[in-house]
């Protein structure tokens, strides 16, 4: 079993930040990869970013140069920083961890509201 804390959701005004946090319990070694999706009303989970257990990490594209995702295994934790978030980022937003056997887990999800 795994559990997710995540935190670090809420609204924001357009061009502001916002860092999400995903605290798991147990090692976060044991996993092939960790990352961050999100769902918008209306349309598919997408990734948003993600990092493997050899730090390399991957973004959709419409988050290059704005968000950043990185690990504290000591915490067992991985954050998203958001920067410059624009309305189209609200949505929710599910940590996701994936097993070597590709078993993938996910969190409960924290809202992301961008809005003057």
């Known amino acids: 079993q795994v559990q997710f804390v995540e935190s670090g959701g809420g609204l924001v005004q357009p061009g502001g930040s916002l860092r999400l946090s995903c605290a798991v319990s147990?090692?976060?070694?044991?996993?092939?990869?960790m990352g961050w999706y999100r769902q918008a009303p209306g349309k598919q989970r997408e990734l948003v970013a993600r990092?493997?257990?050899?730090?390399?990490?991957n973004y959709a594209d419409s988050v290059k140069g704005r968000f950043t995702i990185s690990r504290d295994n000591a915490k067992n934790t991985v954050y998203l920083q958001m920067n410059s978030l624009k309305p189209e980022d609200t949505a929710l937003y599910y940590c996701n961890a994936v097993a070597s056997t590709m078993q993938a887990y996910w969190g409960q999800g924290t809202q992301v509201t961008v809005s003057s």
């Open positions: 990092i493997t257990s050899g730090d390399n990490t």
């Open positions: 147990g090692s976060i070694f044991r996993f092939y990869a």
